[in-house]
């Protein structure tokens, strides 16, 4: 058998042994990317700030979002008033995992790397929110203003800014727009024109005159259930199967290629080396949470420890160019670097914990 048919039947046979969690998860998230209503989600948990973390957090872990999508949620978010320990605790949590990551990573690797990576995923993204409340509190971080911030139809979550009592005042669909930037105001630190145009998305399309309820007392009729499943299930399916079959593709190329006994003795011979190595060798692949789950398996089958490849696929998905960029694009530097840091030493603690426990 040539090297090119050994590459191909590994991929193959990787397909046919992924298929179903593919499917399931595909799913999964386009449910949650459909019929999950973020912002009331949000809002819902915004009295208590330990809750916005929790439900922040719980928001990342449960939503399939892509770096665009992520700086379109926030930006709507942080224009309400939403302080920065949720977001942060968002913006750890959700490329770490996603309902298609947990389906895949169980599928592949087992229910048990699947459960250490959600905890790993909701374990950092507490942290990250918890820690950056306390810098809050001691304004080491300044609130984000973003421009027309706080609309004075009292847009603000409750409990972190607003109207009197701290109670949102009911709104229709026209006014929940955030406003364009007041004259001679400056863009808040670390915005560019991609966050322009991610606003512009968070806003969604002008509503008709007469068709979204101002002012009638009418509530727009939601769409149907199927109709908003299929769009759904499409791009999702778009997005997981792309990721999937390329790097499906290189782990095969990797299996056929690279010696077992390298992987071994690299990975798996001496955890407390190979744990730091395999978080240092995510870092530059930029791998996403999807893309992690057939490397790592052909890593796994050819010697990697487990504690190296839960460390691997925090690394390389918390520092994925699209996750990084989307913390360069909304928060402030010491933020982004407090992000790197927390993920990458958390990659490392997740690692160990795994591995010896």
């Known amino acids: 058998m040539t090297w090119l048919e050994r590459v191909i039947e590994v991929f193959l046979s990787g397909f046919a042994h992924n298929w179903p969690y593919l499917v399931v998860g595909i799913v999964l998230a386009a449910a949650a990317d459909a019929f999950l209503d973020r912002r009331q989600f949000m809002i819902g948990a915004g009295r208590f700030e330990g809750l916005a973390v929790a439900a922040a957090t719980a928001l990342g872990a449960l939503t399939p979002l892509c770096s665009c999508g992520t700086v379109a949620v926030l930006l709507s978010l942080l224009a309400t008033g939403l302080p920065w320990a949720p977001v942060m605790a968002f913006l750890v949590s959700s490329p770490l995992m996603s309902p298609a990551i947990y389906a895949l990573t169980a599928g592949a690797l087992g229910q048990s790397m699947a459960l250490a990576r959600l905890g790993a995923a909701v374990g950092l993204g507490l942290a990250a929110g918890f820690f950056t409340l306390g810098l809050e509190r001691r304004s080491w971080v300044r609130p984000y203003r973003a421009p027309g911030a706080r609309a004075a139809a009292g847009q603000a979550l409750p409990g972190f800014g607003g109207p009197a009592g701290g109670r949102p005042t009911p709104a229709c669909a026209c006014a929940a727009a955030p406003a364009g930037p007041a004259a001679g105001e400056e863009p808040p630190r670390g915005t560019v024109a991609a966050a322009k145009a991610a606003i ?107 504690g190296a490849a839960l460390a691997f696929m925090i690394a ?15 928060a402030p530097r010491r933020l982004l670097w407090f992000y790197l840091a927390l993920v990458f030493l958390g990659a490392l603690g997740a690692g160990y914990i795994y591995q010896w426990v």
């Open 316 to 330: 390389g998905p918390g520092t994925h160019v699209g996750a990084v960029t989307a913390v360069a694009l909304i």
């Open 200 to 306: 512009a998305a968070a806003r969604g399309p002008e509503p008709a005159p007469g068709r979204c309820g101002c002012g009638t007392g009418v509530r727009p009729r939601p769409p149907g259930t199927l109709s908003r499943l299929w769009p759904a299930v499409v791009r999702q399916g778009r997005f997981v199967l792309g990721y999937f079959a390329v790097f499906s593709l290189l782990a095969a190329i990797v299996e056929v290629s690279l010696p077992a006994a390298w992987v071994h003795a690299l990975f798996g011979r001496y955890p407390a080396a190979s744990v730091p190595l395999a978080a240092a060798l995510g870092v530059p692949l930029y791998v996403s949470g999807v893309a992690a789950v057939p490397l790592v398996a052909s890593l796994q089958a050819m010697g990697m420890g487990k």
